[in-house]
C-alpha cells in the first residue's frame, strides 16, 4: 500500500452508498483492511439500512439517518468489546448497507403442471404465472440468513428459491380451494393474497417479505381448452342446425383454398356442399321446394282375416259357416234377417240383419213386392 493510500484511509471518515443497479439487494463498504476511522459519519438514506458486523458478529443494524461511530451511539459495540474508554484507533469491523425498497415486476410460475381435482371437470391440470414485489423486511435476519459474507449481493441470487417457493404454495393452496377451474379468473385476486400470507412464514425466516404476488393467468392444457372453446361455440351459435351448416361452409372454404387438395378436397366440399343445400331446404316455415326422390311402393297389407259365423236355432247351435255358406243358406231361405248368429270377437249373440259383414247378403235378392 502507498503512503497516498495510507493517508487517504486515515483521513476518509464519510460512508454512504448511491445504487443505480436497480436488482442490488446487499452492498458491502469497501475500506482497506476494513479500518473503520472511529467518529466517522454514516449516512443512510430512505430505502436503505446499515448493518455494522465487528469481527464476524452483527453489531447493530442503522435506520435512515446520520450517525457518528463512537462508543457513546453503539452501545452493542461497546458490550462486545468490553471498552470502558474513549479510544481512537480505527474499528477492525464492515459495514453492509442493505436496500429496504421494494423489489418490483418479479416473475413467477408454474414450471410444470398442478394437477387438482375440478369439481365440473374432475381430475385435471393446470399452468399458472405472475408477478410479485419483494422487500427486506429484517436486515439483521437477512444478512446472516442468505447474504453471509458477500460483499454484493443481487436479486437474481436469491429469486429462483422465491419462485419455487410460491409455486409450492400456489400449488397446495389451488388444490385446496376447492374453487372450479372456470370461476379461478375472477378469484385471483383473493388467490394472490392467500398465497402471499401462506408464503409469509417462510420468508420472516429469511428476513423478506412480498407484499404483493399477482396472478396474471392460469390455463387448462390444450387439448382441453379446443374442447372447450368448440363447447363455447356452440353455445354462442344457438342452433345446432346452423352451427352444422357454418362448420359445412368453414369446411368449404378450407377445402377450396387448399390447392394441394386436389380430386380429393375438391370431392370433400362437393360432399358438404350438397349436405348443407339438404339442410337449408329447411327453413323456419317448414320445408322448402327441393327434388322429390323416387317414390318407393309400399309393402301390400295382409289379408283380411275371413270370420265363421255360428247360427242359434231353437235354443241349438250349428256351425261354424263362410260367408259364403252363409250366403247360399240365405239363397235357400234357412238364414233370415232375424236369425241369431255369432262370430269370434262380437259381443254376444245379434240379428243377422244387424251384422253389417251380413246384412249385405240380404241385399243380393230383391225383397218382397209391395202390396197390391
Known sequence: ???????????????????????????????????????????????????FVHEGQLADVFTPGLYMLETNNMPIMTTLQHWDHGFQSPFKSEIYFVNTTRFADLKWGTKNPIMLRDPEFGPTRIRAYGTYTIKVADPAVFLREIVGTDGEFTMDEISYQIRNIIVQEFSRVIASSGIPVLDMAANTADLGKLIATAIDETMKQYGL?????????????????????????????????????????????????????????????????????????????????????????????????????????????????????MGRKVSEGTLTRDSMVWTQGQDGWKKAGDVMELAQLFTILPPPPPAA
Open 1 to 51: 500500500m502507498g503512503i497516498f493510500d495510507f493517508l487517504t484511509g486515515e483521513f476518509i471518515d464519510v460512508i454512504h452508498w448511491t445504487d443505480d443497479t436497480r436488482d442490488t439487494m446487499v452492498w458491502r463498504f469497501q475500506r482497506e483492511d476494513h479500518e473503520i476511522k472511529y467518529g466517522a459519519k454514516l449516512t443512510v438514506r430512505e430505502g436503505q439500512a446499515a448493518v
Open 209 to 325: 417479505s412480498i407484499p404483493e404476488l399477482y396472478i396474471e393467468n392460469i390455463s387448462l392444457p390444450p387439448a382441453v381448452e379446443a374442447v372447450l372453446d368448440k363447447r363455447t361455440s356452440i353455445g354462442v351459435a344457438g342452433d345446432l342446425g346452423k352451427y352444422t351448416q357454418f362448420s359445412a361452409a368453414e369446411a368449404m372454404t378450407a377445402a377450396a383454398s387448399n390447392p394441394a387438395g386436389g380430386g380429393m378436397a375438391a370431392g370433400l366440399g362437393a360432399g358438404m356442399g350438397l349436405a348443407m343445400a339438404g339442410q337449408m331446404t329447411q327453413g323456419p316455415w317448414g320445408a322448402m321446394p327441393a327434388a322429390a326422390p323416387a317414390a318407393v311402393a309400399p309393402p301390400p297389407p295382409p289379408p283380411p282375416v275371413e270370420h265363421v259365423w255360428h247360427i242359434a236355432v231353437a235354443g241349438e247351435t250349428s256351425g261354424p259357416f263362410s260367408k259364403a255358406a
